[in-house]
């Protein structure tokens, strides 16, 4: 039972939700602080995949047995779930794919393949994950259109004025983060998208790191694509997806051919495809793995999104006030608005050497670039250390990071 009906949640309960979270690492109980790159999974969704293999494991929409009806079935009000999560109008506006990088990949290969060209611009900001920045840079060199990007300020938030510049009738699609998994940066993601509009460009919106931690809308966004992962928002790996407006997707051509994708096929005219959202899921996807994330979606659910978001914000203040006394440690990302991550680099420590330090003592956080160098670039460092945090974590596991990252500095000083 993890529905709470206080203002505030329970994290006592959810944890029992966690099967992942009893378990010791060199001896220590497990510290787990890396959520901006996977979350754990609660029991809901484990039973969850257990169940479908166990009792209807089959290929959907194409056989008509029980078991097929049944996946197919649950894979597609799994589809619903993923409307209702995001807060989008229609159903086959959602695509299932991977994750993010896939949903990311079929909107550069479907939309811009086909609509950039030479004398184009692509806006992305420095902010961006290296899965928002290369799909555009490997279509750019086929395609010949411009990467633009926009800055940033020491705070690690967007330049919104230079983005008010930059922003012009050449600008055909703007991509962005909605949080930045590097600094936590919450990014103002529906005034980006008036702005977009107002010149015609459309607006992406890579929420990878907004959907586990921020209440998203789509139409209030009034994003024209919008990407997530499964894996980040206590879903399994494997399932992810692309919300797009229904006669953007319409419009677009297939990315991928294979099976489930198609109407007919012929060798003397052609194939014709299926429509949306199929047209864009050629292939076996994960079904398991598809009918988990709607569990876990409603997990979010049953506890609040409001509820985790303010918890986090908690969890973030702590940590941003416990840390700012550990001298020679600079927090890097302090935009005024930030979900709950923390990144940081301490003078005189590598930050790979406290990460592998820190894990002897039972804590998990990452170290790196993140996958996003240009930012850490423009920082001037090459890696930083990030704690993340999500619905189960605590301040009391916050107090045992500190600890336990004061008594690594005092190791390799
Ligand atoms: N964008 C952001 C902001 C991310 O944090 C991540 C994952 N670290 C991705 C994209 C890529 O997600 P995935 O690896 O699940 O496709």
Same mark, same amino acid.
């Given at each position: 039972?993890?529905?709470?009906? %206080?203002? *505030?949640?329970?994290?006592?309960?959810?944890?029992?939700?966690?099967?992942?979270?009893?378990?010791?690492?060199?001896?220590?109980?497990?510290?787990?602080?890396?959520?901006?790159?996977?979350?754990?999974?609660?029991?809901?969704?484990?039973?969850?995949?257990?169940?479908?293999?166990?009792?209807? @494991?089959?290929?959907?929409?194409?056989?008509?047995?029980?078991? !097929?009806?049944?996946?197919?079935?649950?894979?597609?009000?799994?589809?619903? *779930?993923?409307?209702? $999560?995001?807060?989008?109008?229609?159903?086959?506006?959602?695509? $299932?794919?991977?994750?993010?990088?896939?949903?990311? @990949?079929?909107?550069v290969? =479907?939309?811009g393949r086909h609509n950039l060209g030479p004398g184009d611009e692509v806006l992305i900001?420095?902010?961006? /994950?290296?899965?928002?920045?290369?799909?555009w840079q490997l279509l750019a060199k086929e395609r010949g259109f411009t990467i633009r990007? +926009?800055?940033? %300020?020491?705070?690690?938030?967007?330049?919104?004025?230079?983005?008010?510049?930059?922003?012009?009738?050449r600008t055909r699609l703007?991509a962005?983060? /909605?949080? =930045?998994?590097?600094?936590?940066?919450?990014?103002?993601?529906?005034?980006?998208?008036?702005?977009?509009?107002?010149?015609?460009?459309?607006?992406?919106?890579?929420? !990878?790191?907004?959907?586990?931690?921020?209440?998203?809308?789509?139409?209030?966004?009034?994003? %024209?694509?919008?990407?997530?992962?499964?894996?980040?928002?206590?879903?399994?790996?494997?399932? #992810?997806?692309?919300?797009?407006?229904?006669?953007?997707?319409?419009?677009?051509?297939?990315? &991928? #051919?294979?099976?489930?994708?198609?109407?007919?096929? =012929? $060798?003397?005219?052609?194939?014709?495809?299926? %429509?949306?959202?199929?047209?864009?899921?050629?292939?076996?996807?994960?079904? !398991?793995?598809? +009918?988990?994330?709607?569990?876990?979606?409603?997990?979010?659910?049953?506890?609040?999104?409001?509820?985790?978001?303010?918890?986090?914000?908690?969890?973030?203040?702590?940590?941003?006030?416990?840390?700012?006394?550990?001298?020679?440690?600079?927090?890097? #990302?302090?935009?005024? &608005?930030? !979900?709950?991550?923390?990144?940081?680099?301490?003078?005189?420590? /590598?930050? &790979?050497?406290?990460?592998?330090?820190?894990? &002897?003592?039972?804590?998990?956080?990452?170290?790196? @670039?993140?996958?996003?160098?240009?930012?850490? /670039?423009?920082?001037?460092?090459?890696?930083?250390?990030?704690? =993340?945090?999500?619905?189960? @974590?605590?301040?009391?596991? +916050?107090?045992? $990071?500190?600890?336990?990252?004061?008594?690594?500095?005092?190791?390799?000083?």
């Amino acid at each position: 039972m993890t529905a709470t009906t %206080d203002l *505030t949640l329970d994290v006592a309960a959810i944890r029992r939700d966690f099967p992942i979270l009893e378990r010791e690492v060199h001896g220590k109980p497990l510290v787990y602080l890396d959520n901006a790159a996977t979350s754990q999974t609660p029991r809901q969704v484990l039973e969850t995949l257990d169940h479908y293999y166990r009792h209807y @494991n089959a290929n959907i929409h194409r056989g008509l047995h029980t078991l !097929a009806d049944e996946a197919t079935a649950a894979y597609e009000a799994t589809r619903e *779930t993923v409307r209702r $999560f995001l807060g989008a109008g229609q159903a086959r506006e959602i695509v $299932f794919t991977r994750g993010t990088t896939e949903a990311i @990949n079929l909107v550069v290969h =479907s939309w811009g393949r086909h609509n950039l060209g030479p004398g184009d611009e692509v806006l992305i900001s420095r902010l961006e /994950h290296h899965s928002n920045i290369v799909p555009w840079q490997l279509l750019a060199k086929e395609r010949g259109f411009t990467i633009r990007v +926009i800055p940033v %300020d020491e705070r690690g938030a967007l330049d919104m004025a230079a983005y008010r510049d930059l922003v012009g009738e050449r600008t055909r699609l703007v991509a962005v983060n /909605h949080v =930045s998994n590097a600094f936590g940066t919450i990014n103002p993601v529906a005034e980006m998208a008036r702005i977009a509009h107002e010149q015609g460009a459309l607006i992406l919106v890579d929420g !990878a790191q907004a959907a586990p931690h921020e209440p998203v809308d789509v139409v209030a966004i009034d994003a %024209d694509f919008y990407a997530f992962s499964g894996h980040k928002v206590y879903g399994p790996t494997g399932a #992810g997806a692309l919300y797009g407006k229904a006669h953007l997707l319409e419009a677009m051509p297939p990315w &991928q #051919g294979g099976g489930e994708m198609i109407r007919t096929v =012929s $060798f003397e005219e052609g194939s014709t495809f299926a %429509d949306v959202p199929h047209k864009f899921e050629a292939g076996t996807p994960s079904v !398991a793995d598809v +009918i988990a994330l709607g569990r876990a979606l409603e997990w979010v659910d049953e506890i609040g999104i409001a509820l985790i978001r303010d918890w986090e914000h908690g969890l973030l203040a702590h940590a941003h006030r416990e840390l700012g006394r550990i001298d020679g440690l600079h927090i890097l #990302g302090t935009a005024p &608005q930030k !979900a709950g991550v923390v990144s940081f680099v301490v003078d005189g420590a /590598h930050a &790979q050497d406290i990460a592998l330090l820190i894990d &002897q003592l039972g804590v998990a956080i990452r170290t790196g @670039n993140h996958c996003a160098q240009p930012l850490l /670039h423009h920082f001037g460092v090459e890696a930083t250390c990030r704690a =993340s945090f999500a619905a189960y @974590n605590t301040p009391e596991e +916050i107090d045992i $990071f500190v600890a336990a990252l004061t008594r690594v500095i005092g190791m390799v000083r």
